[in-house]
């Protein structure tokens, strides 16, 4: 993350790598404040056996995009709405308009569980066991969401119910 003020919004990512079983690491790498920091880390991050990196960061966001360019691994971008922040469209727009040959798949505005799953399923292609625990997380969803049509369906749609 480009900040430890991102750590709020970063956290759900890492939970998430935990509930799916990936190893993973959290740090502070600012594009601007730490640049040399940042190229090393990118450089080196295949060859210390990284298979995705998740760069979260706000503002003009520009960690994202300046890790892809520094590496073939696959970076996830997530737009983190910071206090200097244009209501997080700066850090949005910064990551989803990245010049050809240089992607960052992005998601949503303090996204970071979605990237933590997108990870996963990356991961997952190539490891059996997460790719199981992914499945079985978004089998977990679909049974959260029948359960709720159950309730619906008894309560009636005219009568509130928790979600």
């Known amino acids: 993350m480009g900040s430890d003020s991102d750590l709020q919004v970063m956290k759900a990512a890492a939970d998430m790598l935990e509930e799916l079983g990936v190893a ?12 040399l920091r940042m190229v090393q880390y990118a450089g080196q991050a295949a060859g210390r056996g990284l298979k995705v990196i998740i760069a979260g960061a706000g503002g003009a966001a520009h960690l994202p995009g300046m890790v892809a360019s ?7 971008g997530v ?3 910071s206090s200097n922040s244009i209501d997080g ?3 949005i727009l910064s990551m989803l308009q990245m010049p050809g040959g ?29 790719s199981a625990k ?15 049509v159950d ?3 008894e309560a009636g749609w005219g009568n509130q119910f928790d979600s």
């Open 24 to 35: 993973f690491e959290l740090t502070v790498v600012s594009a601007h404040r730490t640049p």
């Open 70 to 76: 520094l590496t073939t691994l696959p970076v996830i």
């Open 79 to 81: 737009p983190v709405k």
């Open 89 to 91: 469209w700066d850090s």
């Open 102 to 130: 240089v992607p960052v798949a992005t998601v949503a505005l303090n996204g970071a569980k979605n990237a933590g799953i997108l990870a996963g399923s990356i991961i997952g292609a190539f490891d059996p066991l997460v």
């Open 134 to 148: 992914v499945g079985a997380y978004k089998k977990q969803l679909e049974q959260e969401v029948l359960g709720k």
């Open 151 to 153: 309730k619906l369906k």
